[in-house]
């Protein structure tokens, strides 16, 4: 079975954009955590960035007592931000690149770029029984270099998938990177998931994408929720996963 993790770092965008600074406030994130939880969904990702501008330190540790789920932590490899997870022990950390002028994460880790600090990295969470997957492009040299630092998981980019899913020869284009990424990443013994982009329009194709296990989406459904309701809106995007055959 196909598993959602939902992504609920903009329900925190939307309560900075009014509370910043300030204790408290709305929309809460661990809150709509727990209502994608009761829809359905079979785990909660959130994103601590550097520079704290959604998601902050309580709601991590918020999120951590509250779920009933798996918690994934979005993390750069930043020294305090490691720190922190080993702290807080989540489920599984999502190593990811992190940029300060960015609005979102955009690309993957350069794995073969940083292999030495992947791989203390990945040891140091292994010890702390916190499994560890890697955000990457759909890339066979990332693939292969991550199968190096002793992650279990990789998540796949597809970013680039969802940004030319409106041109038909495009699209099949990534989505044969992304075939061609995940059959190689279980050759390796690698788990894989996937996201960034996917919403209701672009989810469906997917469905060709072999051996995955679990997709992190959150922008579309916390804007599917503003009209929708949070618990329609997680319903929906779990039927349309609904299929799935790895």
């Known amino acids: ?36 939880e009761a829809a359905g969904a079979h785990g909660i990702t959130a994103h601590l960035r550097e520079d704290r501008r959604h998601i902050q330190d309580s709601d991590v540790q918020a999120l951590r ?7 994934n932590f979005e993390m750069a490899i930043a020294p305090e931000i490691v720190r922190f997870a080993l702290k807080i022990k989540p489920d599984i950390v999502c190593l990811v690149p992190e940029k300060r002028q960015e609005i979102t994460t ?29 955000f990457i492009n759909p890339d066979i040299q990332q693939i292969d270099a991550s199968a190096q630092t002793g992650a279990q998981f990789i998540e796949l980019h597809t970013g680039s998938y ?12 990534e989505l044969n990177r992304l075939i061609a990424a995940s059959t190689h990443a279980h050759s390796l013994g690698l788990r894989v998931n996937a996201g960034h982009g996917l919403n209701y329009n672009n989810l469906s194709s997917l469905h060709v994408v072999p051996y995955l296990e679990e ?5 579309s459904i916390v804007s599917r929720s503003i009209e929708a309701g949070l618990t329609k809106a997680v319903k929906e995007m779990l039927q349309l996963m609904k299929g799935y055959h790895s």
């Open 1 to 36: 079975m196909l598993k959602l993790g939902v992504n609920i770092d903009h329900v925190a965008t939307l309560r900075e954009v009014r509370f910043r600074g300030q204790k408290g406030g709305e929309p809460c994130p661990v809150a709509a955590a727990l209502t994608c």
């Open 65 to 71: 007592r509250e779920i009933n789920t798996r918690l």
């Open 106 to 134: 955009e690309g993957g880790l350069e794995v073969a770029k940083q292999l030495t600090s992947l791989k203390r990295i990945c040891t140091r969470m292994r010890k702390a029984n916190i499994e560890v997957s890697l």
């Open 162 to 173: 969802a940004e030319h899913f409106g041109n038909t020869r495009s699209r099949q284009r």
């Open 215 to 219: 997709l992190n989406i959150g922008h």
